[in-house]
């Protein structure tokens, strides 16, 4: 097989391996947030279905699967069935910039843990993110129904009141660390926190160089804005059951239904993902670098080596890469977890509630933290 055609099937293999985990990991959120409510509110959730509630989650797919498949009299039919589909495309697509684990070498090939190394990965996110709400918008129109319309009209209106508040929120970021590259941006912070003030250094060995300990203020607006952007509570207006019935997915059921649900948390994996990278070091373990970990295996790896049929280096790498996949997945999962934990803890805003804090105070509090950013970053020679 030539060099052209194996990078090829790498890429594809990685491609489905993302996607399908993707996938499968939108179940097992569905069951954390059903049991994790129901630990909150003082109940039981699923029970019933295999240990835990565990194969609830099989029965929902086999009642969405086969649930009968209806269209609205009213409805425009072509972009109707369009609407699941430009809602879930783009929550899949957006993960492929975001690296989760170091290179792995085997048998002298390397195998990037990233789908596309982009050098412009974090504008390449916005801008593929920010395609779902025509997905939305699709659905609303297409339905020939008021209460559908109402919330298409809502996310429009909530997505450019927080995209703007969200995009300025990380220029302090990005001018910290003078990339667009998230790989770039993780080796930015290695190491310890280190401040540099008019030639003198200020250091605090146990405390990482993380993005939060340096954008503080930015992690929280960014964070905020993470919620809006897919439609979580306490920001999931454009669905607002009390007033809109479903908002933008009212007349959608079975299968259409779930791809919508698919979306949804295909951006919270996304923005997970994304606040790891950005202010958590990404796959990096605290004070750790990738060299050490590699070392460790180097040293401790011998009989690993023999029982996997491989060379001491190349066993070094693979369980180099896997350490470092497990620390992603951990703190992603954390910031999953704290999106069920949110939405159970606040309640819905109001719209004009919503509006008001995008416009009135994440917007300026976004310029804000860029004035500061620009000038401590010029002063002070932040490193």
């Known amino acids: 097989m030539g060099n052209g055609l194996l990078e090829f099937a790498i890429n594809a293999l990685k491609i489905i391996i993302v ?28 029970n019933r279905v295999g240990p835990l509630g565990l194969l609830q989650l099989l029965a929902d797919a086999i009642k969405f699967i086969f649930k009968e498949e209806f269209i609205p009299d009213h409805a425009d039919k072509v972009l109707y069935f369009m609407a699941p589909g430009l809602t879930l495309l783009p929550a899949a697509l957006t993960f492929a910039a975001v690296p989760f684990s170091t290179p792995v070498t085997i048998g002298g090939h390397t195998i990037n843990m990233q789908i596309a190394d982009i ?30 319309l109402l919330g298409a009209l809502r996310a429009c209106s909530q997505m450019i009141s927080y995209e703007i508040a969200m995009g300025l929120s990380l220029i302090g970021v990005l001018i910290m660390y003078q990339t667009f590259s998230l790989n770039e941006m993780i080796t930015a912070q ?8 008019r030639g003198l250094q200020y250091a605090v060995k146990y405390l990482p160089a993380w993005g939060i300990f340096y954008q503080p203020l930015s992690f929280i607006l960014f964070v905020t804005c993470g919620f809006a952007e ?75 080596a023999q029982t996997l049929h491989l060379s001491v280096t190349d066993t070094s790498s693979l369980m180099t890469t896997l350490t470092h996949l497990l620390v992603f997945c951990l ?3 954390f910031w999953l977890f704290f999106y069920v934990w949110v939405r159970w803890t606040l309640p819905r805003f109001r719209y004009d509630q919503l509006m008001d804090l995008g416009w009135k105070t994440l917007l300026p509090w976004s310029i804000a933290n860029l004035a500061i950013s620009a000038t401590v970053i010029f002063f002070a020679h932040l490193k």
């Open 19 to 46: 996607f399908v985990t993707i996938v499968s990991v939108v179940p097992l959120l569905v069951w954390v947030e059903r049991r994790g409510s129901a630990f909150m509110q003082n109940r039981l959730g699923p």
């Open 190 to 197: 290695l190491g310890s926190f280190n401040f540099h003030w």
């Open 230 to 304: 897919t439609n979580r509570m306490p920001f999931d207006l454009p669905e607002g059951e009390a007033e809109l019935v479903g908002g933008y997915h009212t007349e959608y059921g079975g299968f259409k239904f779930n791809m919508f649900f698919m979306g949804e948390y295909g951006h919270m994996i996304t923005s997970s993902a994304l606040i790891t990278t950005l202010f958590f070091g990404g796959y990096a373990l605290p004070g750790i670098s990738p060299e050490q970990v590699a070392a460790f295996w180097l040293d401790h790896g011998a009989g690993l």
């Open 119 to 148: 050098n412009v990965g974090i504008i390449y996110i916005f801008a593929v993110a920010s395609l779902a709400v025509y997905g939305v918008l699709t659905a609303g129109w297409s339905s020939g129904n008021k209460y559908s």
């Open 331 to 333: 703190k992603t999962g």
